[in-house]
């Protein structure tokens, strides 16, 4: 699914995004991937750039918008395969090259352990991070692509955003799975954090929003950003 002219979206297993974050294609003279799904997911990705007309050479990077299994489960495969440079925030390259281990639900809750023991049949494979990057850097993709450090839901959880196409990939800063609102609470390290980090939001002219979790919104997406930051204001 295309959300903007050089935005591809790719959803995630069953096509909702509910089961497995959603990957997004940015296409440039070449490719970079934001986040990679579970494990398992590299042949659906690779099809999909052959589908477009590329090979999975022309794949030269992959960010990680933060560290957790949905995002970062089929990394290690695709970095084999395409020989991209991984880029991801410095405070969650240690989860991801595997200095620390995947941390479990950040509060427990039944559901949480119950994604927690699935979450052992999704194992992730550590992969080295090429390339920190952080608050305020811009990367030569589509113009100049920006990187804001939005932590709350993970320490280095990262947003991408590109001013030329009006998109902003807010990974798991918020979700849309049935409405607009906060990613999982049970996997959120600090909730307080992650609610200054979206309000951050308020201040980026944008109309297309995309998600880990859920549809993309693709028209007046800053105004329901807003909306949201509004109604957090609202309940604190
Ligand atoms: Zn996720
Ligand atoms: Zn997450």
Same mark, same amino acid.
């Given at each position: 699914m295309k959300v903007s002219p050089h935005v591809i979206r790719i959803g995630g297993i069953f096509g909702t995004g509910v089961w497995g974050a959603n990957v997004y294609l940015l296409i440039d003279d070449k490719l970079t991937l934001v986040d990679t799904g579970f494990r398992g997911r590299a042949n659906q990705i690779l099809r999909k750039v052959k589908q477009l007309g #590329?090979? !999975?050479?022309?794949?030269?990077r992959i960010i990680i918008t933060h560290h957790h299994a949905d995002h970062i489960g089929s990394l290690a495969i695709l970095k084999e395969i395409t020989k991209a440079t991984v880029l991801a925030h410095p405070a969650d390259a240690p989860y991801i090259d595997g200095r620390l281990p995947q941390p479990g639900p950040a509060r427990p809750s039944s559901l949480g352990k119950t994604l927690y023991r699935l979450g052992r049949f999704f194992p992730v494979t550590p992969s080295t991070v090429d390339q920190a990057v952080n608050e305020g850097d811009v990367l030569p993709v589509l113009g100049g692509l920006q990187v804001l450090h939005t932590p709350g839901h993970t320490p280095g959880s990262i947003c991408i955003f590109s001013p030329e196409e009006r998109v902003l990939i807010a990974g798991d800063l &918020?979700?849309? /799975? #049935? /409405? &607009?609102g906060l990613p999982s609470r049970t996997f959120t390290v600090n909730i307080e954090q992650e609610i200054n980090s979206i309000k951050r939001l308020a201040n980026l002219d944008f109309d297309i929003i995309c998600f880990g *979790?859920?549809? !993309?919104?693709? *028209?007046g997406a800053g105004r329901a950003i807003n909306g949201l930051i509004q109604k957090l204001e609202n309940t604190i």
């Open positions: #590329f090979s !999975p050479s022309d794949i030269n &918020l979700a849309n /799975r #049935f /409405r &607009l *979790h859920g549809a !993309p919104i693709t *028209h």
